[in-house]
């Protein structure tokens, strides 16, 4: 991969982990009115910090723009359902074990694992459990982080395969689901949105670290 090549991917990536950690935020704790303000009526999530042709990225971005259109109610709103989808009654629990289960595959790796393998002891594993998508989610923007540093070739692709493994076995596996079940139960047009973001940005950091000899047409840019 060229130089130029390599920044330019380096820039893309972070866009999709601001993304992937304010939405993963959004999941993970009640809207607070300081961001209600900050991304909503400052138009900084509707105004994505990257474009994608992937076609569930589109969508999202359309239900996020069209999304919280009366300011003075949108908080309010939003931690209702919060409330109802992730905390309280939990209709759409943002847990992997809800949805797929490692007994179908006894003594494969488990996120815990994973984790373990990094090192990886964030005070928010003893907050929320191992395999909440926010969790998860954060997890993934420090791999990223990490492979954005990385200038060796051969070191940056073995972490990128090692970033697509984490993602087809602890994310791809069960958001589909997740997914559907927030467009179900979700009563606002931002938390459908958020949810198909997450599983879009997923996908295109999925294709985005894979080796440069495998990775088709470039599909996502920045935003001007």
């Not at 607070?32 to 990225?57: A, I, K, Q, W, Y």
């Not at 919280?68 to 409330?83: I, P, Y």
Request: aromatic share 12%; with cysteine; hydrophobic share 35%.
């Amino acid at each position: 991969m060229k130089d130029k090549e390599r920044t330019d991917q380096n820039l893309i990536l972070k866009g999709y982990n601001m993304l992937l950690y304010f939405t993963g935020s959004m999941i993970m704790f009640e809207p607070s009115e300081e961001c209600v303000t900050d991304f909503f009526s400052g138009e900084l999530l509707r105004t994505l910090p990257v474009r994608s042709r992937n076609p569930r990225f589109i969508e999202a971005a359309s239900m996020l723009r069209n999304s919280c259109t009366d300011k003075n109610s949108c908080r309010e709103m939003l931690q209702q359902d919060f409330n109802t989808l992730f905390s309280g009654s939990l209709l759409a629990p943002p847990l992997k074990s809800v949805y797929f289960s490692n007994d179908i595959y006894p003594g494969k790796e488990t996120i815990s694992d994973f984790y373990d393998s990094y090192g990886w002891k964030d005070r928010s594993r003893y907050s929320f459990p191992d395999d909440n998508l926010g969790v998860e989610l954060l997890f993934l923007t420090l791999l990223t982080d990490k492979y954005i540093t990385i200038d060796d070739h051969v070191s940056r692709a073995e972490l990128g395969n090692e970033i697509r493994r984490f993602i087809e076995k602890h994310i791809l596996s069960w958001i589909s689901d997740w997914c559907n079940m927030v467009q179900e139960k979700a009563r606002t047009l931002c938390y459908k949105g958020i949810a198909k973001l997450i599983h879009a940005c997923v996908e295109d950091v999925h294709t985005i670290v894979r080796p440069s000899a495998e990775t088709p047409a470039p599909f996502a840019d920045l935003r001007n």
